[in-house]
């Protein structure tokens, strides 16, 4: 059996503080000026109980909260229970939501920044057709860099895509001229030498002491303890016992 769960939430929105129903697509909602959305439908299970959910923006990670009210107890109780039972929850919810998609914005942001970035010394480069906000294609005739095309076909491309939260840079070169990868290549030596030299290193190329007997037999252990005791006898090694 189908309960219209308008007139309960009628009820209940009069008794809660800025709040507004609708109706729309057969469910009914409860509208907040602060941009709250709470959902009001039909539960499972008899007697009948009326299931209240609250809506978070799409493309947050965080749970819903909801809860269950039966639905004999009338609009004024259904009001107590979303004040007491869900409006805390969904308020933290609600809050950690537009916090998790500020935050995703502010790297959207700096990610179409970068891609301009990346794209600006090839005005010809065109985005991407599955990723365009993290990715474009270049391609380029032989005559882009000065020379005769040895096949209708021959081009270069490259595909460069940013990738992970720390905005590190995919970059894939085909069928490059010679002279033309052998300066990618120079210029990446040189960067990688500025950023990753080795630091001086202090080992003077012996192992602890500690270490030379790491891997000694059992049998080299108990010679090396015995010759250690002939050597360093015990200050009352020998001496006759006290009467």
């Known amino acids: 059996m189908t309960f219209d769960t308008l007139p309960l939430a009628t009820e209940a929105a009069a008794a ?124 380029a005739g032989p005559r882009d860099f000065g020379r005769r095309p040895s096949a209708p076909d021959w081009h270069t491309a490259a595909e460069v895509s940013i990738t992970g939260s720390q905005f590190e840079v995919d970059i894939r070169l085909r069928w490059l001229p010679a002279e033309v990868a052998a300066q990618i290549l120079q210029l990446l030596g040189t960067a990688a030498a500025a950023r990753w030299a080795p630091a001086a290193s202090n080992f003077s190329g012996s192992r602890p002491r500690r270490n030379q007997q790491r891997r000694l037999s059992r049998r080299d252990r108990r010679l090396h303890r015995r010759e250690q005791r002939r050597r360093h006898p015990a200050p009352n090694a020998g001496a006759a016992p006290l009467d």
């Open 16 to 139: 809660l503080d800025g709040w507004t129903v609708g109706k729309s697509h057969g469910d009914t909602w409860l509208h907040h000026p602060d941009g709250g959305i709470v959902k009001i439908g039909q539960g499972k299970g008899r007697p009948v109980r009326v299931e209240v959910t609250g809506i978070l923006p799409a493309g947050s990670s965080q749970h819903m909260p909801a809860i269950t009210v039966a639905a004999a107890r009338g609009g004024t109780a259904l009001a107590d229970e979303i004040r007491r039972r869900l409006l805390p929850a969904y308020g933290e919810a609600l809050d950690l939501a537009r916090a998790e998609l500020a935050a995703a914005k502010r790297l959207a942001d700096q990610c179409e920044q970068l891609l301009r970035q990346l794209r600006a010394p090839l005005p010809t480069a065109t985005p991407d057709r599955w990723d365009p906000t993290k990715a474009f294609r270049w391609r």
